[in-house]
């Protein structure tokens, strides 16, 4: 395995893990029908791609912005930089519309089914996650 694919597994199992852990999506409803992801929502929760943002690099104007848009206007930290096509799978992953359409009690269930997707198509290791 390559060194970036290495530095990619590690990056990935840290959120998957972060998102598994907290045991929700990190998404505030606006009422409406209407939601909101966030890298780091109410309850500290956080995005996948919010694990991976170290608090010192965070600032609240990065939301509502997609890792290409954080790249794009310099926010993205520099560690994570070469990875914004792999990060933006695992925001994809966590913000997509279907699985906002899910019951909250399916949605990590669906976000690990997801991200085992973006390991096998990686040739990755997903975490070793806890058990329910």
């Avoid at 990190?26 to 791609?49: A, D, L, N």
């Avoid at 990755?124 to 058990?131: A, F, H, N, R, V």
Wanted: aromatic share 8%; net charge negative; glycine share 10%.
């Amino acid at each position: 395995m390559s060194e970036r694919l290495k530095a990619w597994e590690k990056l990935f199992q840290k959120a998957v893990l972060g998102v598994v852990n907290q045991g929700e999506l990190s998404i505030e409803y606006q009422g409406k029908g209407v939601t909101i992801c966030r890298y780091r929502g109410s309850h500290g929760r956080m995005c996948p791609v919010g694990h991976l943002i170290p608090s010192d690099k965070y600032t609240p104007e990065m939301e509502g912005l997609t890792v290409y848009d954080l790249a794009a206007h310099g926010m993205l930290p520099s560690e994570l930089s070469e990875f914004q096509g792999e990060l933006g799978l695992l925001q994809d992953a966590h913000d997509g519309r279907y699985i906002m359409t899910l019951p909250a009690n399916e949605q990590i269930s669906y976000f690990i089914k997801v991200c085992q997707e973006i390991a096998d198509s990686h040739g990755i290791e997903m975490p070793e996650l806890p058990i329910d």
